[in-house]
């Protein structure tokens, strides 16, 4: 793949140097400009709203990090969201290690290490302008496997893909599987009006009429959590986070 008239930006923790250096390696000899950074610089949001950078690339960790549970947990989301708000047509990618397989089989010890896959795929449905990419390495993966597989990864035309790479090298891609209601097993959940249920994007759409659902039939408290302002403004989303709200309210729910 010839890199020729590209830019890329790695951002990775000081402690995985070593993958940043293969990858910025890798990308020079194809004619790449490469740049690295660190998650915590203060000079990072900046250069990622640089438009000059057609692709920037997260490197999470490796291994478990260090600190507490509430510094890991934001280091965590840190790094996952940062590519959320890049310059219209980049290419956004992250390098992760659950396996090569994401995880599927328990391969992913350590969350940080391993989290990336749903908030892509959420980013690719909001950012229609980025190709998004995610790729999954096993832990023992070389550095420089890793830099060679991501930049032939990339270069792919899709909007967005999510490729894994196992211990042995093998290229794996998941799929989703359609799951038939009929084939559901029984469930012995006993819920109550002592129960309290907390839905995420509740207020709007089919979750909204999923939570009312959920409410009627099972008597417990539906708690939904949103961005939404239904007393702010005048909008469209507004109007209809209140009107189910007032749905709710007129059920006694």
């Given at each position: 793949v010839n890199l020729a008239g590209t830019a890329f930006l790695i951002i990775c923790d000081?402690?995985?140097?070593?993958?940043?250096?293969?990858?910025?390696?890798?990308?020079?000899?194809?004619?790449?400009?490469?740049?690295?950074?660190?998650?915590?610089?203060?000079?990072?949001?900046?250069?990622?709203?640089?438009?000059?950078?057609?692709?920037?690339?997260?490197?999470?960790?490796?291994?478990?990090?260090?600190?507490?549970?509430?510094?890991?947990?934001?280091?965590?989301?840190t790094r996952v969201t940062s590519l959320a708000q890049l310059p219209a047509k980049t290419t956004a990618a992250y390098i992760q290690f659950g396996g090569g397989n994401f995880s599927d089989t328990g391969d992913c010890k350590h969350p940080e290490s391993c989290n990336a896959l749903a908030f892509a795929r959420t980013l690719h449905l909001e950012r229609k302008d980025l190709r998004v990419r995610v790729l999954d390495f096993a832990p023992t993966a070389e550095a420089s496997f890793i830099g060679k597989s991501v930049l032939e990864e990339v270069a792919a035309d899709e909007l967005f893909s999510a490729v894994g790479f196992d211990a042995q090298s093998t290229r794996r891609v998941p799929f989703a599987k359609l799951s038939h209601p009929e084939n559901y097993?029984?469930?012995?959940?006993?819920?109550?009006?002592?129960?309290?249920?907390?839905?995420?994007?509740?207020?709007?759409?089919?979750m909204a009429e999923c939570a009312l659902g959920i409410a009627?039939?099972?008597?417990?408290?539906?708690?939904?959590?949103?961005?939404?302002?239904?007393?702010?403004?005048?909008?469209?989303?507004?109007a209809e986070i209140e009107r189910t709200l007032e749905r709710f309210r007129a059920e006694g729910l």
């Open positions: 000081a402690r995985d140097r070593e993958i940043g250096d293969a990858l910025g390696a890798e990308i020079a000899s194809r004619g790449g400009a490469v740049e690295k950074t660190t998650f915590d610089a203060a000079t990072r949001t900046a250069l990622q709203l640089d438009p000059r950078f057609t692709h920037q690339i997260a490197v999470l960790p490796r291994n478990a990090c260090e600190g507490s549970p509430a510094t890991r947990l934001a280091e965590m989301l097993g029984s469930r012995s959940n006993a819920w109550s009006d002592g129960d309290v249920i907390l839905i995420t994007g509740g207020a709007k759409g089919i009627r039939e099972t008597g417990a408290t539906v708690v939904l959590v949103g961005r939404g302002k239904p007393a702010v403004g005048a909008g469209a989303d507004a």
